[in-house]
């Protein structure tokens, strides 16, 4: 399978705990994303990678939270000291810049994996 | 700032009718990129279709298409023929192109399809 990968898809941890989840992108994509989805919501942006770099950062993403994508390939999301209100889905995904250069023009669309579902007791 | 409002929190429609899904959006970029995602219960957002800002015609793929009234800054999906699979939520999306790329979601729509 070629898509995006993520693991575990499902995590239940007690309040306090640390709990980390793991992204492998599409191999030639070198954006990545990582949104984070509660119920009844659309996804809310968290964070982007453009190869190792991490380039934006939400303020949604307290000091708790830290992401890495040490070679550029594949990006772990860590949660320090969980909360209740950490209770979501993790969605990551990866792209290609868009473009518009013949004859590959790109849209920029987004390849996502099948999310990470983190339950805080 | 950007945002993307879907009014319809659910919708209806019978088997094999048409039926369209609302969205609006804001903006204050001339350039810009509006796609339509399918979440199945199994969590995947797929990608449906894309509109870009400058394009002329409405983008259509297979049964979607995309309603794009630029001056109202709204971008319907139309869904033709519908079938029970296409029951899922589905979301409108905004993004700013040779930017981040990152897309801003609207609170979705869950359509059902009955027989």
């Known amino acids: 399978d070629t898509g995006v990968s993520q693991n575990p898809r499902h995590k239940i941890t007690k309040r306090g705990q640390n709990v980390t989840f793991r992204c492998d992108p599409i191999?030639?994509?070198?954006?990545l994303y990582w949104y984070r989805q509660t119920l009844g919501q659309g996804p809310e942006f968290l964070t982007y990678f453009q190869n190792e770099a991490q380039l934006e950062k939400s303020r949604l993403l307290s000091d708790r939270f830290s992401a890495e994508r040490p070679k550029g390939s594949f990006s772990t999301l860590e949660i320090q000291r969980t909360e209740q209100g950490d209770s979501a889905m993790y969605l990551c995904?990866?792209?290609?810049?868009?473009?518009?250069?013949?004859?590959?023009?790109?849209?920029?669309?987004?390849?996502f994996g099948e999310g990470s579902r983190l339950t805080v007791l | 700032a950007q945002k993307i409002t879907q009014t319809q929190p659910g919708m209806f429609v019978q088997e094999k009718e048409a039926v369209t899904l609302d969205c609006t959006y804001d903006t204050s970029d001339p350039s810009y990129g509006l796609f339509w995602y399918k979440q199945p219960s199994s969590g995947e957002m797929i990608f449906l279709i894309y509109?870009?800002?400058?394009?002329?015609q409405n983008a259509t793929e297979g049964r979607y298409s995309l309603n794009f009234q630029k001056a109202r800054k709204s971008a319907n999906l139309v869904i033709s023929a519908s079938q029970l699979g296409d029951s899922a939520m589905y979301f409108c999306?905004?993004?700013?192109?040779?930017?981040?790329?990152?897309?801003?979601f609207g609170t979705g729509t869950r359509l059902q399809v009955f027989p």
């Open positions: 995904a990866s792209s290609l810049p868009t473009s518009s250069v013949e004859p590959h023009p790109n849209t920029g669309e987004l390849f």
């Open positions: 999306a905004m993004s700013l192109p040779y930017n981040t790329d990152k897309l801003i």
């Open positions: 509109q870009g800002s400058y394009d002329q």
């Open positions: 191999s030639e994509h070198n954006r």
